[in-house]
T-cell receptor, first 112, second 112 residues
Framework: ELKVEQNPLFLSMQEGKNYTIYCNYSTTSDRLYWYRQDPGKSLESLFVLLSNGAVKQEGRLMASLDTKARLSTLHITAAVHDLSATYFC????????????FGEGTQLTVNP | DGGITQSPKYLFRKEGQNVTLSCEQNLNHDAMYWYRQDPGQGLRLIYY???????QKGDIAEGYSVSREKKESFPLTVTSAQKNPTAFYLC???????????FGPGTRLTVT
């Protein structure tokens, strides 16, 4: 059974600082996805990571995938208040069809 | 405008009543999904469907039922057998396996 763990679950940081959110998964995974959720809202797709060594960047966010370590990271550079949200990673297992297994989410608060 | 719609946005029901949540997409996506989200937690898969007239149970299918008679529509019924139905319900769709899932705006169900 595929399990996905994120850490930290809560992250409070100052504007301008850098930080990394980690996403570990328990079995071989074909794909890794990152989503953002604002309070009371739906999920917005951020990144799709399709292979080992994949790196994608959008603005102040950069995501990477290491399938050998079963680890994905979401790096935040020079955080701004607008990045405050909950970030989820989700993995798609090799034998799970099109099912995604989500992590618990990391609630990020960026303080001025 | 292509997208996924869910209705209603808020739904209140008395315990013991069945309730049906609507999910419609005009993206021509083959696969559709239903997730449940409880406060401060990640998403858990209820049911999913990869083609019309076929669907599979997810991790927490007990007390729920679905149908997929049309490609565009994947309604979810929360039955009286669901012990704790109050939650935020999210519908998603994707073109096929290995593609990211796109989420609807969600329905917040409260059962008293």
């Amino acid at each position: 059974e595929l399990k996905v763990e994120q850490n930290p679950l809560f992250l409070s940081m100052q504007e301008g600082k850098n930080y990394t959110i980690y996403c570990n998964y328990s079995t071989t995974s074909d794909r890794l996805y990152w989503y953002r959720q604002d309070p009371g809202k739906s999920l917005e797709s951020l990144f799709v990571l399709l292979s080992n060594g994949a790196v994608k960047q959008e603005g102040r966010l950069m995501a990477s995938l290491d399938t050998k370590a079963r680890l994905s990271t979401l790096h935040i550079t020079a955080a701004v208040h607008d990045l405050s949200a909950t970030y989820f990673c989700a993995a798609e297992g090799e034998t799970s069809g099109s099912r995604l297994t989500f992590g618990e989410g990391t609630q990020l608060t960026v303080n001025p | 405008d292509g997208g996924i719609t869910q209705s209603p946005k808020y739904l209140f029901r008395k315990e013991g009543q069945n309730v049906t949540l609507s999910c419609e997409q005009n993206l021509n996506h083959d696969a559709m999904y239903w997730y449940r989200q409880d406060p401060g937690q990640g998403l858990r898969l209820i049911y999913y469907s990869q083609i019309v007239n076929d669907f599979q149970k997810g991790d927490i299918a007990e007390g729920y039922s679905v149908s997929r008679e049309k490609k565009e529509s994947f309604p979810l019924t929360v039955t009286s057998a669901q012990k704790n139905p109050t939650a935020f319900y999210l519908c998603a769709s994707s073109p096929a396996r290995y593609y990211e899932q796109y989420f609807g705006p969600g329905t917040r169900l409260t059962v008293t």
